[in-house]
């Protein structure tokens, strides 16, 4: 019998089969003990504060959660101790997705959020040591571009028919049941087990109605990516026991081999094991059976080098979908309606460019970046024109840019639209590159070779940002 020690020690007296006596921890206090710790709960603190994001329905602001948490926080610690504690309703959240899509996101309040940190940050180390080689989303000295390096690795070893594989809306087709029993292996704490399935079943907020959620991770939440690792790791060790060479970043996952018959055989038996197994659906439009010059994985595309002795061979270029987003988003920051002024535009320009150019340094792109540097300067030159406005001071600031008297009244009452005006030579040999760059300005080719031109980011990536 075990002596009163006069509390509840965290561990119990157990004797092996030799009747050795040994002490085993308490998981069930263990567990809940180290998500509470202040040193985790601080960590959490600062990742969510790192993260930002927008409020939840309760409307506080992460730059409230400090003073909120130093009069609620001992309330809070005390309800999840005694397993009382209900989070709120999920806020629902739609973004444009492109073609007229949009993706539902669920943001939950900070309170939430900084628990769902602290508990993501404790069962992490549980699961990680277990996860695939070839899986890199959301996993610590993992990133994006490791995956597309491994792809290509692939392709170029003669793996040259990829099984391409689009899950249709999975974060919002996780069934509760399946993931909470695999989490269920690992985790035994029956608080930390509450916690996470009422963090499931939390209804979302949207448009004013509250809906209830029997399926689904909120994509937006800090516990989701952790959630749909666990869950597409039955899949990796499927595809692992086939013997089969895959990569998975999340739910974008591609499979290689080196026949079509073999890929069709795959294929089909990969659908099956998707939807009776892991109860999720397959996007037919999106998936099939690639060749690597029709293939794009994260934004990147791939095409052969055609260099002599070099057969087989690919170099990496960048997806259209990225270069239209690169785009949309330059065009909405010149704007000429946009109420910015000329260093506003420019600094923002310069922050975009710069993360899009990080991302995707290495692929051989540098002649398509010239002709996208030629359309964002006569972008700016449009909003130069606009700001202008009055005909009076149009043709003044063209004498001070060098124009004679008789061109520059010409051109101030010119019937011509202003995109026309941009790209004519009066303000192409006026507002010219040198001009933008005392400014401020940073043309895209420019910081294309400043950038070190790997093919693969250091092993070491910051935290992903996954609240909205």
């Not at 030579?425 to 590159?433: C, D």
Request: proline share 5%; glycine share 6%.
């Amino acid at each position: 019998m075990a002596p009163n020690y006069g509390w509840n020690p965290p561990w119990r007296i157990a004797t092996t089969k030799r009747g050795r006596i040994i002490l085993k921890y308490k998981t069930t206090i263990k567990m809940i003990e180290q998500v509470l710790q202040p040193r985790n709960l601080e960590r959490a603190l600062r990742q969510v504060m790192v993260n930002k994001g927008s409020a939840g329905v309760d409307g506080l602001r992460t730059d409230q959660l400090v003073k909120y948490l130093e009069t609620y926080k001992p309330k809070l610690l005390s309800d999840i101790k005694g397993n009382i504690y209900l989070p709120q309703a999920i806020l629902g959240v739609e973004i444009p997705k492109g073609g007229g899509k949009t993706r539902l996101l669920g943001v939950p309040t900070v309170v939430d959020r900084l628990m769902q940190q602290a508990v993501s940050q404790v069962i992490m180390y549980r699961f990680e040591k277990e996860f695939s080689e070839t899986s890199y989303g959301f996993r610590p000295n993992r990133s994006a571009r490791q995956a597309v390096q491994k792809s290509k690795e692939y392709i170029e070893m003669g793996f040259n028919y990829i099984i391409d594989i689009d899950l249709k809306t999975f974060f919002d087709e996780v069934d509760h049941c399946l993931v909470l029993n695999l989490i269920y292996r690992k985790v035994k704490c029956p608080i930390t087990m509450r916690l996470i399935r009422k963090w499931l079943r939390a209804p979302m907020m949207l448009k004013g109605k509250l809906t209830k959620r029997t399926k689904g991770v909120p994509q937006g939440s800090p516990i989701s990516p952790l959630l749909s690792n666990i869950l597409l790791h039955e899949l990796d060790k499927e595809l692992e026991s086939q013997g089969l060479k895959f990569v998975r970043y999340a739910d974008d996952f591609s499979i290689y081999v080196k026949s079509q018959a073999e890929a069709k055989r795959i294929g089909n038996k990969l659908y099956l094991y998707l939807r009776d197994k892991l109860k999720l659906k397959i996007n037919r439009e999106k998936s099939g059976i690639r060749r690597p010059v029709h293939f794009e994985i994260l934004g990147f595309r791939f095409a052969s080098t055609y260099v002599k002795g070099d057969k087989g061979k690919y170099q990496l270029t960048v997806g259209e979908k990225a270069w239209t987003r690169l785009r949309l988003s330059l065009k909405s920051i010149t704007r000429k309606t946009s109420p910015k002024s000329l260093s506003e535009r420019i600094e923002k320009i310069n922050e975009i460019q710069l993360g899009w150019l990080n991302y995707f340094r290495g692929a051989s792109i540098h002649s398509k970046l010239k002709t996208m540097d030629g359309w964002v300067r006569n972008r700016l030159r449009y909003c130069i024109w606009h700001d202008w406005k009055k005909p009076e001071r149009k043709r003044k600031n063209l004498i001070q840019l060098g124009v004679n008297q008789g061109d520059a009244y010409a051109w101030s009452r010119t019937r011509k639209g202003g995109w026309a005006v941009a790209q004519s030579p009066i303000l192409g040999t006026t507002i010219t590159l040198e001009r933008l760059k005392k400014r401020g300005y940073q043309s895209l080719s420019d910081v294309y070779i400043k950038l070190n031109p790997s093919v693969c980011e250091p092993p070491y990536t910051r935290p992903v940002r996954t609240v909205v």
